[in-house]
C-alpha cells in the first residue's frame, strides 16, 4: 500500500492507522475445543473492560490456537482499510465491530459452562467462524493483503501475534459464530451469513 498519498502523508508527518478484519473458517467436530478457548478469553477479555494488555494476551492465544488447528481450516475472508486519522479510524473499526456482532449467532460475549472444576461435556461442532478485527499504527504487509491462502493467513496471524508483543495495537474484538456450546452453523446458514468466504 505504498501509494503517492501514503507517502505524501509520512512526508507530513500523519500517523497511519490500518483497520482490519480476518475471517477464519474450520469445519469438523474437532474443531469443537476452539470454542472453549474462544469463549475463555472473551470472558477474561470481558472482566478486563477491554484492557489493552489483557485483551491482547487473550489475542495471543486466539491465533496460536487458530494456528494449531490449521488443518481443520476451511475457507477465509479479509477486508480492511488504512486511515490517516484517529478519529475515522475509530468509526470504521466501531462498524466492523457492529457488523462482526450482527453475523449469525455471533457474539463477543463470554458464555459462561460452569464451574472450572466441573466436568464440561462439548457437544461437536460442524462449521465454526472467527472474526478477529484489529486497529493498529503503522504498515504491515502480511495483514494488508488478500488472506484467501494458507500461507498468507498464517503469515498475518503471526504479524497480529507480533503487533501485540510491538504494542501496536489500538483496538481488538474477537467475534465468533455460533457463538454457544450446542449452537448450529450449517453450510446454508454459512454462505448466507458469510458470503466473502473464499475457500482454501
Request: hydrophobic content about 40%.
Amino acid at each position: 500500500m505504498g501509494s503517492w498519498q501514503d507517502n505524501f502523508k509520512k512526508f507530513t508527518g500523519k500517523t497511519r492507522f490500518v483497520v482490519s478484519r480476518l475471517f477464519i473458517h474450520l469445519a469438523g467436530s474437532e474443531v469443537t475445543p476452539l470454542l472453549g478457548v474462544l469463549n475463555r478469553a472473551v470472558r477474561e477479555a470481558v472482566a478486563s473492560e477491554g484492557d489493552l494488555e489483557v485483551v491482547g494476551e487473550r489475542l495471543v492465544e486466539v491465533c496460536q490456537s487458530l494456528l494449531e488447528y490449521n488443518i481443520y481450516w476451511q475457507s477465509a475472508a479479509n477486508e480492511g482499510d488504512v486511515i490517516w486519522n484517529e478519529g475515522e479510524a475509530g468509526d470504521f473499526f466501531d462498524e466492523l465491530f457492529t457488523d462482526s456482532a450482527q453475523r449469525y449467532l455471533s457474539s463477543s460475549e463470554g458464555e459462561d459452562y460452569g464451574e472450572d472444576n466441573e466436568p464440561l461435556t462439548l457437544p461437536p461442532t460442524g462449521n465454526l467462524v472467527v472474526m478477529i478485527t484489529v486497529a493498529f499504527e503503522g504498515e504491515v504487509p502480511d495483514i494488508e493483503t488478500d488472506l484467501a491462502s494458507m500461507g498468507a493467513m498464517t503469515q498475518a496471524l503471526k504479524a497480529l501475534i507480533n503487533l501485540h508483543y510491538q504494542e501496536k495495537l489500538r483496538g481488538i474484538q474477537i467475534h465468533f459464530s455460533p457463538a454457544r456450546l450446542g449452537d448450529e452453523l450449517d453450510n446454508e446458514q454459512l454462505l448466507v451469513n458469510f458470503s466473502e468466504l473464499i475457500p482454501l
